[in-house]
């Protein structure tokens, strides 16, 4: 009996590592996969975005035009920030701290991430001429609620939320 219930506890544990192991795996292989199309897209936008706002044929190759050209100058700069963080580390991880050498990589980092705000507000900007007063209003009801998901935008010049549907 001692025997049986140590065969079938180790076949338990095997069959249950396999599954953990298999999902992990399976996981994994999905995160690469949407990352590795998230990079090489094709620049189009994502169809519930644009059933939300009703976009017409023009409207959505206008902003796709756009959306070609916003891609590279964001992957420069998210390089540029990714070597900065990458030094800024180096510089916390040696053991005499200097103080100066931070301060300096965190003004660039600074300066990077302001600019990458800019080009994305300017790209915003473009997209709002293209836009009708009501599709600008669901364009940045959605903004709003992505920069900000635990408010709900009521009251003063904020934009109420519209629901989704």
Not at 65 to 75: A, G, H, V
Request: aromatic content about 6%.
């Amino acid at each position: 009996m001692k025997r049986k219930s140590l065969t079938f506890g180790l076949i338990l544990s095997v069959a249950i590592n396999i599954g953990v192991f298999g999902n992990i795996g399976y996981q994994w292989v999905k995160n690469r996969d949407e990352k590795l199309r998230h990079r090489t897209s094709d620049h189009s936008l994502p169809s519930v975005f644009c059933k939300k706002l009703g976009l017409s044929k023009a409207q959505i190759s206008e902003m796709e035009s756009f959306r070609k050209n916003l891609d590279p100058k964001m992957e420069e700069i998210k390089k540029e920030l990714r070597e900065k963080r990458i030094q800024l580390v180096d510089y916390l991880i040696k053991s005499e701290e200097d103080r100066e050498k931070i301060n300096i990589k965190l003004s660039e980092i600074e300066f990077l991430q302001t600019e990458l705000q800019k080009i994305v507000i300017d790209h915003m900007l473009q997209e709002k001429k293209i836009l009708s007063a009501e599709q600008q209003e669901i364009f940045f009801s959605i903004i709003s609620k992505r920069l900000c998901p635990e408010e709900k935008h009521q009251g003063g010049n904020i934009l109420p939320m519209i629901e989704e549907r």
